[in-house]
């Protein structure tokens, strides 16, 4: 419980998370999907827009959702922020009023012609103060080809212009959904190619919910962890267990904002501790009148290895460093790379727990104890029957478990192998398919452009084979 007579509140115990606060991290929609950007809020951030650098700080305090665009002042570019109303307004008019004419683009030609306004025109008008959208609507008045134009091409015309002279920046709220939508657009192979309803179909089947155990094995950037904790709300724990020494990346969790409570249910142990404590239970059953004593210590300050915040999963292009000395985060950008961090903050402003920690003896007590009650495995570079052997053992009977792996045929030989050891029951594989469709007035039909792949989930539930 937080001290009555703390002067600074916790900024990841923000009292509304709907409005964005300083340390908090955010997702830039730029364009309308055109660039995405992972970024952490402030005083100091900024984010480079064409070849103009905008301050972050008037996105402090503002709920997500909120739509803002670039202009251009005195002291240079700013973001300011807009009705989202406004956005699609001259769509909605041509809407309410259908045209009464025929028109269509066959007499238009393309010869550089139609547009008088000249670029030193639109410098000037922006050293005398005008605005994104006074300049668009400077542009529409001096073409003498927009007016013969179907009301569409019209649109089309606009939100070219608009993107160009005013861009616009949408606030979100990084969730499960966003986050892995915002990966799988830009950057799939950094997580493994799972898609927003495989990931939803990976929780469901494994019946991740309130008060569940989640044994989790993430070779994909910890999109899965994330998830798993956001579902779990901080009710019980989920453990991210490794093969060897060195625990896998799990950077992508310090993008949800979660709170010290959520960030204290995400632990991580080698599944050398968690299988040696699966022996000495059986050893314990087998023999009771002899105990066994072992001692199992943990450093939760030598496990805590996950980053304070990076965007995105390092892979020798993007390295987000820690200074000692300064107590500053440094960010090399990559300026190819779309997922990436534009904020130079302090530590003052993000210190909070950090998920990720060891596993208690305690907590795993627990779970020798009681088994995990559900399993995940997203690890396409494991042997899948090799990891299944050696991680069904920590499940409680009647648990249910999911594997996603990015082909078919090694979830198939797993299937085959589970089959023959008659170690589980219910064992199905799915390929989930999605359809996304573009819904607007007369224009409704499937996007041209979809993902036909969505990779495979291995499910069952585990039984006693003895």
Known sequence: MAESGSSKADPLQNPNPRITWEGCSVLLDINDGDRLVFARLSPSSTLKI??????????????????????????????????????????????????????????????????????????????????????????????????????????????????????????????????????????????????VDTLSLLLSIANVGAYSDVLVVDMVGGIVTGAVAERLGGTSYVCNTYFGITPYPMDIVGIFNFNNEICDRIVQSPLADLCFAQKENVQHSIFPLKPCSVEIQSNANEASLSSEFVSSISDGKNVQEENPTDGKIVQEENPTDDLCVSSVGSRESSKSAKPGRRASPGVIKLWKEN?????????????????????????????????????????????????????????????????????????????????????????GIRICSS
């Open 371 to 459: 088994g995990f009650s559900s399993l995940i495995i997203a690890a396409p570079e494991l042997d899948m029957w090799s990891a299944v052997q050696e991680l069904l053992p920590l499940l409680s009977y009647s648990a249910p478990f999911a594997i996603y792996h990015q082909y078919l045929q090694p979830l198939a030989t797993c299937m085959h192998k589970l089959q023959a050891e008659k170690m589980a029951i219910g064992l199905q594989i799915s390929e989930p398919w999605l359809r996304e469709y573009q819904v607007l007035p007369c224009r409704t039909h499937p996007c041209m452009q979809m993902s036909a792949f969505g990779g495979y989930i291995l499910s």
């Open 50 to 195: 064409g070849n103009k650098k905008c301050s972050l700080r008037p996105l402090i305090g503002c709920p997500f959702g909120s739509l803002f665009q670039v202009e251009t002042g005195s002291k240079g570019p700013y973001l300011l922020r807009v009705s989202a109303t406004t956005q699609g307004n001259h769509l909605k008019e041509q809407e309410d009023s259908p045209p009464k004419d025929n028109k269509d683009n066959r007499a238009l030609l393309d010869n550089n012609t139609a547009q008088s306004l000249s670029g030193e025109d639109i410098d000037s008008l922006r050293r005398e103060g005008a605005t994104g959208d006074q300049i668009i609507e400077a542009l529409i008045a001096n073409s003498s080809t927009f007016g013969n134009k179907t009301l569409f091409s019209q649109e089309k015309y606009r939100l070219k212009k608009q993107k160009k002279y005013a861009p616009r920046v949408l606030l979100r709220r990084p969730f499960a959904r966003s986050i892995c939508e915002a990966y799988f657009k830009k950057h799939p192979a950094r997580i493994g190619f799972l898609r």
